[in-house]
Each structure stands twice: as structure tokens, then as C-alpha cells.
T-cell receptor
Framework: ETGVTQSPTHLIKTRGQQVTLRCSSQ?????VSWYQQALGQGPQFIFQ???????GRGNFPPRFSGLQFPNYSSELNVNALELDDSALYLC????????????????FGEGSRLTVL | TQLLEQSPQFLSIQEGENLTVYCNSS?????LQWYRQEPGEGPVLLVT?????EVKKLKRLTFQFGDARKDSSLHITAAQPGDTGLYLC?????????FGAGTTVTVRA
């Protein structure tokens, strides 16, 4: 158990719809990163939120957006869903924004499995 | 396209055998992490290495970071069925991790 919780765990949407995924970070963590994991692939970085501001973004279009709240929980919003958006969406929290080092170790939730029909 | 290449993609061995998983890149990373992921779950951190040439041992698992900080390996001694899972390497630079596609390890009893 990493202390990172995501909801919903599974959901099905149709093309063109919008979806909001939620993440509660581990206690004491101020940074949340979102990753997309397609079937048979490693996770791909979407963006990171640090102290309520977007701190970095991967190669994803603007229809992927996010928020971080004062309690450091976070949301990922995807508009105009496409079939290729079907994936496991992973949220990870950390004590700091530098990935992997000195407090930046990422602790992942179990993910939200999105299917777009 | 994955920045980190992992090999092999699949590995099936008998309980008690040893195995090695490789992670290679043309990029330099400030840190490298190994995760294990089981079906329906998120990745779980196994180790972080930050110094070129660093070797870390955790019970039966040995992790090595290349001198140039571009590659890494994970070696498991006397594998057990509980070691079965998807092993992911991830290179860290600034705010993000770049993951490999993973190695699926199956340990048969």
C-alpha cells in the first residue's frame, strides 16, 4: 500500500466524451505526477503538479489538463476522448518535484483503467 | 517511443534459477529506478540508484547503474514464484521519469 488512492478504478466512455480522474496523494507529499500506460507499454509522463502549479508537461495535447488542490490531491481531465486514450492512468505522489532523487521517489496508485469505445 | 530499451521483453524461468534484466539508453539520467508491477496494480518502487557505477543489493536482487549513467541491470538470484511480474526501469531527469516498456518475468514452481 503506497497511500495513493485513485478513483474511479475502471470506467468506460465513448469517443468525444470528457472524463475526470481523481488522485489523493500520500500524506506529506506535495507533488503529483500523472502517467498514461497503454497495454504492453511502460508509463508515459503526462504532467506534474507541484504546490498547485503545473511544473512540467510531456508530449500530450492540450485536451489533457489537470488541477492540484490545496490538500495536494489532483485531477486529470481529458476532453474530446479518442479511441487511443484507452489506457491505465497512473497517479504518483512524491515529497518533491525532482523525479527519483532525495525525496523525489514516486509512489504510484493502482490506476484508473479507461476504455474508450 | 520508449527512451529506455529493456531486454529481454519476456523471460520465463524455473524456480531457483537466476535471471538478469537489462535497461539501456543513449541518454544520461540523474537517477535510475526499478519498479515491479503486477496485473491491475500500479508500479511499486524497488530501488533508486543515483551514482554511476553504483551497485545496490536487496536480499536476492542486485541492481547496477552504469558508469556513464545510461544503462542499468537487475539480477535476481534463486528466483521464486513471488518474483513473477512486470519489471520496469525508469530514468529520472528533472521532474519526470522516462520508462522502458518493461520485462515480463514468469517464475515457474
Amino acid at each position: 500500500e503506497t497511500g495513493v488512492t485513485q478513483s474511479p478504478t475502471h470506467l468506460i466512455k465513448t469517443r468525444g466524451q470528457q472524463v475526470t480522474l481523481r488522485c489523493s496523494s500520500q500524506s506529506g507529499h506535495n507533488t503529483v505526477s500523472w502517467y498514461q500506460q497503454a497495454l504492453g507499454q511502460g508509463p508515459q509522463f503526462i504532467f506534474q503538479y507541484y504546490r498547485e502549479e503545473e511544473n512540467g508537461r510531456g508530449n500530450f495535447p492540450p485536451r489533457f489538463s489537470g488541477l492540484q488542490f490545496p490538500n495536494y490531491s489532483s485531477e486529470l481531465n481529458v476532453n474530446a476522448l479518442e479511441l487511443d486514450d484507452s489506457a491505465l492512468y497512473l497517479c504518483a505522489s512524491s515529497r518533491g518535484p525532482v523525479a527519483g532523487e532525495n525525496g523525489g521517489e514516486l509512489f504510484f496508485g493502482e490506476g484508473s483503467r479507461l476504455t474508450v469505445l | 517511443t520508449q527512451l529506455l530499451e529493456q531486454s529481454p521483453q519476456f523471460l520465463s524461468i524455473q524456480e531457483g534459477e537466476n535471471l538478469t534484466v537489462y535497461c539501456n539508453s543513449s541518454s544520461v539520467f540523474s537517477s535510475l529506478q526499478w519498479y515491479r508491477q503486477e496485473p491491475g496494480e500500479g508500479p511499486v518502487l524497488l530501488v533508486t540508484v543515483v551514482t554511476g557505477g553504483e551497485v545496490k543489493k536487496l536480499k536476492r536482487l542486485t541492481f547496477q547503474f552504469g558508469d556513464a549513467r545510461k544503462d542499468s541491470s537487475l539480477h535476481i538470484t534463486a528466483a521464486q514464484p513471488g518474483d513473477t511480474g512486470l519489471y520496469l526501469c525508469a530514468g529520472g531527469n528533472d521532474y519526470k521519469l522516462s520508462f522502458g516498456a518493461g520485462t515480463t518475468v514468469t517464475v515457474r514452481a
